[in-house]
């Protein structure tokens, strides 16, 4: 079997390439899942660039992108496979009164009436592809048993047809937002990677990439700031792509440098929430008297 | 065969370095022994993962082993101290020379920094202590990480006073070092130098920012320090016994009654997300969890089409009933953490009860479900409850039978058959009236009564104990000392 990747720094950077900045921690488990032939489960906060990942690495192995997205009430016809019913009913139709029933029936459950789905895609394709299986916590717990088998074994087997087996063993990227715990019998199959929010340089280093026209103290600042609000106790932190909108913002309205003032009117951004804001503002303020009469005037 | 006579990292990591294995199998059991469930495929995974990345990259190694031990991210703390036992003494920058003579480590402190005397730390042994707090000032301001590093090895040969064979645990020499280095002055004086260094004043935001930053570095000075007293110690005492010292219990299983104020914070973490799952679990159980009965007049219509033949039975919609929950809580210093995070947990599910009311007591009882009502920040609610609450009635100590018969006296009558009652507390009544016909009373006009207690079975009913006299008159007495135990009664209630 030949592998994608040569070395773990390789990997680093041709992810840099891509606009996608990884650590230790991920270009590593990205190299490891590459060598062991194994999906790899991501988790960690809405908004740290878990899909991004999956779409980057897809950029840089060239490998054609197949997504599920997951939710609720997601079932076997919409995950892996489907036949088409209407096809095979004007097959019979159209077979007259002459022809053997067996041959019918033989024909009525071959390839040619089967829809797939994504993960049977994934699993047929003929030329590279990444299978990404998006927030797989959505799922129920019993369909999570869907995906088992192709995460293991990378097949799936169809009672009618037989087992189709990969061509080659796709990468494989499952992610989740941790609403709640997956079972073991998924998570036994994967690498397990936990995306965080970034340290203070990394942060500062996705903004510079990302936000065309920011200058290196801007983005300095910003993402001080950032982990400065993710410090408080927030009923949501301000995430990476809420981070880039902001710095985005600040970048529009011609702010090179970010005081209590322009942080305030601007933290709507940054936080979703009343009280959230109220409490990030009360921390940044200047003088929280004046402020008030500031914004009045 | 002990580890630490293998000195050196032994090249790449090939399937014939049994060595390797042995260390991660011993490895691997301890990860089980601190709670961390890690299967035989897992197993099995890291074992070929290690083949793949070369020990030597112990960052890359690390969260190789990480990626197929640990698929939790509550559980990465504990994994990290074990890696770091077994690990630490391993990978070039990290070897630990001279340990004994109390010399200064021959470690390299990567390129000196500019204005340090010759990065060896041999040389820092002649400074006195005046220099190295300028030096430890110096590299904090400019964030030299090698710097650090050397300065936090000299610190613990200095001021750790680490004796081979001296049975105390880290903390006690961390305690030492930090005292000595007198941090909280080192960040003041920064904050000085920096207010200085800039031309105009500092904003208050700036100051924050600048504040936030140095605290950082002084965290990862700590930490620096940490791992130094801990690699220390497993050459001296061995792996095996470090790691059994060092082991700590997951979030989920850190006791309430002796949590210590890290393992509080981390607890507090924890309880969110944890809510957040229990709740969308319970809503998901909720709306799939059973039929209601059977919809005979609908049945009827519908077997019409059959030729009159019932064949499609069809059911009302599910109603299932909603408890009314009413909480009695011990708020008394040895449990007050407890009730805590129960009022926490419950409140962050009421949704999915239809009423929920919370009393607090100590030998007087109040009603605190004002506090929540109409609050965003639950937290900020129970805060409210420990400081304002107004519980006390003679003497501070816990009462249970006075403040079940204030209880019965104000809120008795609201108790009906649809009322839940969960008692919290450990039933340590300072030998006071039990005045347990109370609970009896409850429990004949109330659907259910269930007492929480955080205290281990075995120290049930001793001392001034009287839960199990109060227990006959539950339908449910339930130890509940951690997170997880206070989860699944959670889910159970519902």
């Known amino acids: 079997m030949d592998f994608r990747f040569e070395d773990v720094d390789g990997i680093r950077r041709s992810l840099a390439g891509a606009n996608y900045l990884a650590d230790d921690g991920i270009a590593g488990i990205v190299y490891l899942a590459d060598r062991l032939g194994k999906p790899i489960l991501v988790e960690g906060p809405a908004g740290t660039g878990k899909t991004q990942l999956a779409q980057s690495v897809a950029e840089i192995t060239g490998a054609r992108l197949v997504r599920l997205q997951c939710y609720e009430g997601l079932d076997e016809s919409k995950a892996l496979y489907e036949w088409n019913y209407k096809k095979q009913l004007l097959r019979i139709q159209a077979s007259g009164d002459d022809s053997d029933w067996s041959e019918i029936e033989d024909d009525l459950f071959s390839e040619e009436f089967l829809l797939t789905r994504p993960l049977l895609e994934a699993i047929r394709a003929e030329d590279p592809v990444l299978l990404l299986v998006d927030e797989v916590d959505r799922l129920e717990v019993e369909t999570e048993a869907l995906l088992l088998e192709i995460l293991s074994e990378y097949q799936v087997s169809i009672p009618e047809l037989g087992t189709v087996t990969a061509a080659q063993v796709p990468m494989v990227f499952l992610t989740s937002n941790a609403t709640r715990e997956l079972s073991e019998a998924l998570k036994r199959r994967c690498l397990y990677l936990h995306i965080d929010y970034p340290d203070l340089e990394r942060e500062r280093e996705i903004v510079m990439a990302k936000v065309p026209g920011v200058d290196a103290n801007l983005a300095d600042q910003v993402a001080r700031i950032v982990r400065s609000i993710r410090q408080l106790d927030l009923k949501k932190s301000p995430s990476v792509s809420e981070t880039l909108d902001w710095a985005r913002t600040l970048v529009l309205l011609g702010i090179d440098k970010v005081d209590a003032q322009s942080a305030t009117d601007t933290a709507n951004i940054l936080l979703k929430y009343r009280t959230d804001i109220d409490k990030a503002v009360k921390e940044f303020a200047d003088r929280p008297d004046d402020l008030v009469v500031d914004n009045d005037t | ?494």
């Open chain 2, 1 to 494: 065969m002990t580890v630490t006579e293998q000195t050196g990292p032994p090249t790449g990591g090939g399937r014939e370095d049994t060595p390797l294995l042995d260390l991660l199998s011993g490895f691997i059991v301890e990860l089980r022994q601190a709670g961390l469930p890690v299967s035989l495929t897992e197993n099995l995974d890291a074992m070929e993962a290690v083949t793949h990345i070369p020990i030597a990259d112990r960052d890359a190694f690390k969260y190789a082993l990480g990626s197929t031990l640990v698929k939790n991210h509550s559980h990465w703390r504990s994994f990290e101290v074990v890696f770091e036992v077994y690990f630490s003494m391993r990978g070039d920058e990290y070897r630990l020379d001279e340990v004994a003579e109390g010399e200064g480590p021959e470690g390299e402190p990567g390129p000196p920094a500019e204005g340090a005397p010759q990065g060896g730390g041999g040389a820092m042994s002649g400074l006195t202590p005046e220099q190295l707090a300028e030096m430890l000032m110096k590299a904090l301001m400019n964030g030299d990480q090698a710097m650090l590093r050397a300065l936090a090895r000299q610190a613990v040969v200095r001021y750790a006073g680490m004796e081979p064979g001296r049975p105390v645990g880290g903390t006690y020499y961390l305690y030492r070092t930090l005292r000595n280095l007198d941090l909280d002055g080192v960040l003041e004086g920064l904050m000085d130098a920096a207010r200085e260094e800039s031309p105009e004043d500092l904003t208050p935001l700036e100051e924050r920012l600048e504040r936030d930053e140095f605290s950082d570095r002084i965290e990862q000075l700590k930490q620096e320090i940490e791992a130094e007293i801990r690699r220390r110690l497993v050459a001296d005492r061995g792996v095996e016994a470090m790691a059994r010292t060092l082991r700590k219990p997951l979030p989920e299983d850190v006791d309430f009654m002796h949590a210590s104020r890290e393992e509080m914070a981390d607890l507090k973490k924890a309880i969110h997300p944890l809510t957040r799952k229990l709740a969308v679990r319970l809503a998901r159980k909720r709306r799939h969890g059973r039929k209601g009965p059977l919809d005979f007049r609908n049945t009827i219509r519908h077997s019409l089409s059959y030729g009159g033949v019932p064949a499609e039975p069809k059911f009302r919609f599910p109603r299932p009933a909603k408890p009314e929950i009413m909480v009695v809580a011990d708020i008394s210093g040895s449990v007050a953490a407890f009730a805590r995070f129960t009022l926490h947990l419950v409140y962050a599910i009421s949704g999915q009860f239809s009423k929920v009311r919370s009393f607090v007591f100590i030998d007087g009882l109040d009603e605190v479900t004002g506090f929540f009502e109409g609050v965003e920040e639950i937290g900020e609610a129970v805060h409210r409850v420990n400081t304002e609450a107004d519980v006390v009635w003679v003497d501070g100590h816990s009462d249970y039978g006075h403040a079940f018969g204030v209880f019965w006296e104000r809120f008795g009558r609201d108790v009906g058959p649809k009322t839940t009652v969960i008692v919290l507390g450990d039933a340590r009544n300072n030998y006071h009236a039990s005045q347990s016909w109370i609970l009896k009373e409850i429990q004949h006009k109330a659907r259910r009564v269930y007492w929480l207690n955080p205290e281990p079975r075995a120290y049930w009913d001793t001392g001034d104990s009287i839960v199990g006299e109060y227990s006959t008159h539950c339908e449910g007495t339930f130890e509940v000392r951690n997170l997880r135990q206070l989860e699944a009664f959670v889910e159970k209630l519902v």
